[in-house]
């Protein structure tokens, strides 16, 4: 936070229990790690060309997450709250369509591999 910032908007991810009406048992998150810290960073830095905002966060785990654990953080400092959610939105949907980062879902009847986006 800074002494300009009037707002933070943060986004938390969970793993939720269903995906396309089945029961999720955990997901498994991978990714090319140096390409990955990249792509957020390089989407750390439009967000800062496009709104003005003060400070960017933007954290995604790998490896074995269950049921409403948190995979991604993302929080935005502005002067004013119409910055802070319009760059946080961009932020998660930036990620999830550009930064080299798969999913494999597991339910109870087997596992797919999917991108990191709906």
């Known amino acids: 936070m800074s002494p300009e ?5 943060v986004f938390i991810g969970t793993v939720r229990n269903a995906t396309k009406g089945k029961n999720v048992i955990r997901l498994e998150f991978e990714a090319y790690e140096p390409m990955a ?11 800062f060309e496009k709104w003005p905002v003060q400070k960017v966060l933007i954290h995604h785990r ?7 654990e948190v995979p991604v953080v993302i929080a935005v400092s502005a002067a004013h ?27 109870e009847d087997g596992e797919v591999w999917v991108a990191a986006h709906p």
């Open 37 to 47: 810290i990249a792509e957020m960073e390089k989407i750390a830095n439009q967000a």
């Open 62 to 68: 790998t490896g074995v997450l269950d049921v409403g």
């Open 81 to 107: 709250r119409a910055a802070a959610f319009d760059a946080c939105r961009y932020i998660i949907d930036t990620l999830k369509q550009t930064v080299p980062i798969w999913k494999k879902e597991i339910f």
């Open 5 to 9: 910032s009037g707002g933070i908007d």
